[in-house]
């Protein structure tokens, strides 16, 4: 199972200021859980610093010293060319993306248009297989002018846009599973027909899922092939309780949750099989039985989870441990069943009220007569995106500055 831990925009500012704090004790939970093997990376999804300076990317240095161990994949956003120049974001991507906890990339350089000229800027992008999943990391930001506020937008440039063809060209004959990861939408990027291409390129490819950054809120927009889905922000948190998305592809199934930080471990998500707002393809249930699985975070041993799986409100049947991340169970699918649930404790106790911790996650799986839907009339936009969904942290209503103009 591949599972990553994506934290969203930073907007790095003072060392002094809450969301730092808030990286910081991210980054500390999610570090506790790569130790125990439990999550394959971070994901940083761009505009790390609010103006794209050196001290500002220091701050983020610093937080992410004190966990030199965990990797960490990372992309630019558009306030990481706040000003025109990437030379401080081009330096922390040379220490942190060229190391090897973030995968020993390297920066290229190349030609991309402007409104009036074209320039050669320096682009990060990458790709890598983790844990059986080829993973495509998207640079979208375009050259800009050199000041703040002006001349920015989102472009990938022909020889970037080239490359993401062979890439999942070679994935698609190889039959690997792909992911890609921006820092927006294939529909925010300013060229309609580098729009179009990104849009047609990863539904194509049969892409699982795509990771973003950028809107500031949590949503989820499935088109029936791809799960296009965005984390909120860390440095405004205009969407609830700070913290950070969960996401894994277990076999055809893609699923996606978001953990607040003020929600202690364990947390359960179902992987498999999909819900059927998320699902590719029909449950398989030949013999009226459907295989469950779940991915557990938790410090705690395994042996001290206690994991059950219900139907609707039936009995509880028991899970049982399916390598170091995740649990499983081979239950009855009646006809008719509709809720999917899992419970997890790990024997862990809330300080304050004595009380077990636990978490439960819930799905409504797929149908055996599932129809994916048509293509969409904008393929890689938000026109899909799903109503609220509180279970997995989505409340569906675009709070943030970059959708309907909020200040920060």
């Known amino acids: 199972m591949f599972a990553f831990a994506h934290i969203g925009d930073l907007h790095l500012e003072a060392a002094t200021d809450p969301n730092v704090a808030d990286l910081r004790a991210i980054l500390a939970e999610v570090a506790r859980l790569h130790a125990r093997d439990l999550i394959d990376f971070a994901y940083l999804p761009g505009d790390l610093a ?47 993306a060229g190391s090897a906890r973030g995968g020993a990339h390297a920066a290229r350089r190349n030609t991309l248009p402007r409104p009036r000229d074209p320039a050669c800027v320096t682009q990060y992008y990458y790709a890598e297989t983790i844990n059986g999943v080829r ?40 039959g690997r599973p792909c992911a890609v990861f921006t820092h927006v939408y294939p529909d925010d990027l300013r060229v309609p027909e580098e729009r179009a291409a990104l849009a047609g390129l990863i539904r194509d490819a049969g892409v699982r899922l795509v990771e973003m950054g950028h809107t500031h809120y949590n949503e989820l927009a499935p088109d029936g092939r ?10 405004q948190n205009e969407d609830g309780s700070v913290g950070y998305a969960v996401a894994a ?99 862990t106790v809330n300080p304050r009220t004595g009380a077990p911790n636990v978490d439960r996650d819930a799905i409504e799986p797929a149908g055996r007569l599932f129809t994916p839907p048509p293509v969409p009339e904008r393929p890689g936009s938000d026109a899909f995106r799903l109503p609220a969904w509180a279970q997995k942290g989505v409340r569906g209503d675009q709070l943030g500055p970059n959708r309907n103009g909020r200040h920060w």
């Open 249 to 347: 592809i277990d076999g055809p199934a893609v699923s996606w949750r978001f953990k607040p930080l003020d929600r202690a471990l364990p947390f359960a998500m179902i992987t498999s099989p999909a819900d059927r707002r998320l699902a590719t393809a029909s449950l398989d249930a030949p013999d009226g039985r459907i295989e469950v699985r779940a991915l557990v975070l938790s410090t705690a041993d395994p042996g001290d989870w206690t994991c059950r799986v219900r139907v609707d409100d039936g009995l509880p049947h028991p899970m049982i441990p399916d390598g170091p991340r995740s649990v499983r169970a081979r239950i009855d699918w009646p006809e008719g069943a509709r809720r999917l649930s899992v419970e997890i404790a790990d024997g």
């Open 135 to 174: 993973c495509l990391f998207l640079d979208t930001v375009s050259a800009g002018y050199g000041e703040k506020g002006f001349g920015l937008d989102f472009r990938l440039g022909p020889r970037q846009l080239a490359w993401i063809a062979r890439k999942l060209a070679k994935a698609r004959a190889a």
């Open 226 to 235: 791809t799960l296009y889905a965005a984390a909120r922000s860390v440095g």
């Open 50 to 96: 609010e103006d794209g300076t050196a001290a500002q990317y220091a701050v983020l240095e610093r937080a992410l010293d004190d966990h030199p161990d965990l990797p960490v994949r990372l992309i630019p956003g558009d306030h990481d060319r706040q000003f025109g120049t990437m030379t401080a974001f081009d330096a922390l991507f040379a220490r942190v």
